[in-house]
T-cell receptor
Framework: TQLLEQSPQFLSIQEGENLTVYCNSS?????LQWYRQEPGEGPVLLVTVVTGGEVKKLKRLTFQFGDARKDSSLHITAAQPGDTGLYLC?????????????FGQGTELSVKP | SAVISQKPSRDICQRGTSLTIQCQVDSQVTMMFWYRQQPGQSLTLIAT?????????ESGFVIDKFPISRPNLTFSTLTVSNMSPEDSSIYLC????????????FGQGTRLTVV
């Protein structure tokens, strides 16, 4: 069974600080996705990374896929209160079982003004 | 993207009863999934809803407890049967357009409380 270890589980920071969330596995994934979820809503896709070493930027968010496609990171620069939410990484298994995703444990981010 | 309507959005149920959750998608999709999520925690896959055949359940989940229907490519239901307080959770419907893409879209979830 492929697992995704996500850390940290909780993060409380002040507005303007930077932060990094990590997602690690001993297994290879064909792609990895990051989602953000707000209370009372379903997760919303932020980005998909597919190629080893790939870096994608979405405004103040930078996503990186490890060279071996086993790990990923999400870096937020100058965090704002609007960034508060649950961040989830999700990997598509290399054996690609019909579109199933494996989710990390999630990171609950709180950005205080 | 896909627009997914899930209902009810929340419910409080008595133990021993059953609740059916509906998931309606605005377009035909190949893959539909049902997840369970404890508040503030990650998602656990319950089953894959297969159109025209029995759902495929993950380890720890059984059809008698979580019967699933998928009569067509835009609609599915999940029933939580004979509920107990341990079933209190958020239940999410998800769709993936094709197995090569795997980008998932989610309904807003159903917050279930069993008393």
């Amino acid at each position: 069974t492929q697992l995704l270890e996500q850390s940290p589980q909780f993060l409380s920071i002040q507005e303007g600080e930077n932060l990094t969330v990590y997602c690690n596995s001993s297994s290879v994934f064909s792609s990895l996705q990051w989602y953000r979820q707000e209370p009372g809503e379903g997760p919303v896709l932020l980005v998909t990374v597919v190629t080893g070493g790939e870096v994608k930027k979405l405004k103040r968010l930078t996503f990186q896929f490890g060279d071996a496609r086993k790990d990923s990171s999400l870096h937020i620069t100058a965090a704002q209160p609007g960034d508060t939410g649950l961040y989830l990484c999700a990997g598509a298994p290399i054996y690609n079982q019909g579109g199933k995703l494996i989710f990390g444990q999630g990171t609950e981010l709180s950005v205080k003004p | 993207s896909a627009v997914i309507s899930q209902k009810p959005s929340r419910d409080i149920c008595q133990r021993g009863t059953s609740l059916t959750i509906q998931c309606q998608v605005d377009s035909q999709v190949t893959m539909m999934f049902w997840y369970r999520q404890q508040p503030g925690q990650s998602l656990t896959l319950i089953a894959t809803a297969n159109q025209g055949s029995e759902a495929t359940y993950e380890s720890g989940f059984v059809i008698d407890k979580f019967p699933i229907s998928r009569p067509n490519l835009t609609f599915s239901t999940l029933t939580v049967s004979n509920m107990s307080p341990e079933d209190s959770s958020i239940y999410l419907c998800s769709v993936v357009r094709d197995t090569m893409n795997t980008e998932a879209f989610f309904g807003q979830g159903t917050r279930l409380t069993v008393v």
